[in-house]
T-cell receptor, first 114, second 117 residues
Framework: GDSVTQMEGPVTLSEEAFLTINCTYT??????LFWYVQYPGEGLQLLLK?????DKGSNKGFEATYRKETTSFHLEKGSVQVSDSAVYFC?????????????FGKGTKLTVNP | NAGVMQNPRHLVRRRGQEARLRCSPM?????VYWYRQLPEEGLKFMVY????????ESGMPKERFSAEFPKEGPSILRIQQVVRGDSAAYFC???????????????FGQGTRLTVV
């Protein structure tokens, strides 16, 4: 079935460091891809999305590009802040067996120190 | 436009009791998804519902768990005879249409954190 693999955490960075969180996927066709962020004790918030190959999603300084050839959607930010500390989930819309659902990676916990 | 509302935010149940988790989707959304998040793990799909229909329950445990989304009122995830292993965060998401009918997004609630003692 469809699946998402993202880099294991936790990731600890200093403020203003560069962030990359790797995400690759396995799916039939070309699914829409998403990054969600979860702050402690909260639900998931959509961070950014891309619906087709070569699309670049961006929001709050974060970016990710839909790479069909490498089946990847890596999350990047040039300069992280303490407030970016959270768990980040890569996800895709899966269409299988007559149903649709979001399939998530396991999440990557990011801690940014001042 | 209020977001996806889940209640209660925290629920404590003794082993053997029933847990009822409620989810009110965003206004105009008729598709609801339930997910479970175990500590330090990702989100696992449980069930996908439309009004009065269960579309996909492939992620639901075969026993003790059930879900509904009636014509009126919130979606309910019901866990009967809870056990310690049911302790988790349960998240509900809603979307305005089926993803196959064009691009859509899923909006998540704040979750219900169930603790079984």
């Amino acid at each position: 079935g469809d699946s998402v693999t993202q880099m294991e955490g936790p990731v600890t960075l200093s403020e203003e460091a560069f962030l990359t969180i790797n995400c690759t996927y396995t799916a039939t066709g070309y699914p829409s891809l998403f990054w969600y962020v979860q702050y402690p004790g909260e639900g998931l918030q959509l961070l950014l999305k891309a619906t087709k190959a070569d699309d670049k999603g961006s929001n709050k300084g974060f970016e990710a590009t839909y790479r069909k050839e490498t089946t990847s959607f890596h999350l990047e930010k040039g300069s992280v802040q303490v407030s970016d500390s959270a768990v980040y989930f890569c996800a895709l819309w899966s269409f299988q067996g007559g149903s649709e659902k979001l399939v998530f990676g396991k999440g990557t916990k990011l801690t940014v120190n001042p | 436009n209020a977001g996806v509302m889940q209640n209660p935010r925290h629920l404590v149940r003794r082993r053997g009791q029933e847990a009822r988790l409620r989810c009110s989707p965003m206004k105009g959304h008729s598709h609801v998804y339930w997910y479970r998040q175990l500590p330090e793990e990702g989100l696992k799909f449980m069930v996908y519902l439309q009004k009065e229909n269960i579309i996909d329950e492939s992620g639901m445990p075969k026993e003790r768990f059930s879900a509904e989304f009636p014509k009126e009122g919130p979606s309910i995830l019901r866990i009967q005879q809870v056990v310690r292993g049911d302790s988790a965060a349960y998240f509900c998401a809603s979307s305005p249409r089926r993803p196959g009918q064009g691009f859509t997004e899923a909006f998540f609630g704040q979750g219900t954190r169930l603790t079984v003692v």
